[in-house]
Nanobody, 127 residues
Framework: QVQLVESGGGLVQAGGSLRLSCAAS????????LGWFRQVPGKEREFVAA????????WFSDSVKGRFTISRNNAKNTVTLQMNGLKPEDTAVYYC????????????????????WGQGTQVTVSS
């Protein structure tokens, strides 16, 4: 059974930092892309960041570019989102996502690109 488990969420003041981690089990994702999305109640799931299987390609949404970094450890089957300079508008439930097969079409920025999802971790940024 494939599982993605996020950790590291919490409450932080504006300007602070949090580090989200996602650990995968049940299969290896070393050859597939990984991503982070976030969602607030009443809104669609929003792309945050993605990283290719090798780490050679990375994508960020404009809203987090320059503040967030993404990295992966294929040996440990993990992906990490380092969030610096947090703003109240970053408040959301953050989800990690993993591709389950080689993608020849689509975009790492879209939820439909991913086959597996974590349960989410809450990030709250106070002003």
């Amino acid at each position: 059974q494939v599982q993605l488990v996020e950790s590291g969420g919490g409450l932080v003041q504006a300007g602070g930092s949090l580090r989200l981690s996602c650990a995968a089990s049940g299969r290896t994702f070393s050859r597939y892309g990984l991503g982070w999305f976030r969602q607030v109640p009443g809104k669609e799931r929003e792309f945050v960041a993605a990283i290719s299987w090798s780490g050679g390609s990375i994508w960020f949404s404009d809203s987090v570019k320059g503040r967030f970094t993404i990295s992966r450890n294929n040996a440990k089957n993990t992906v990490t989102l380092q969030m610096n300079g947090l703003k109240p508008e970053d408040t959301a439930v953050y989800y990690c996502a993993a591709e389950g097969s080689i993608k020849t079409a689509g975009s790492p920025r879209t939820p439909n690109n991913y086959d597996y999802w974590g349960q989410g971790t809450q990030v709250t940024v106070s002003s």
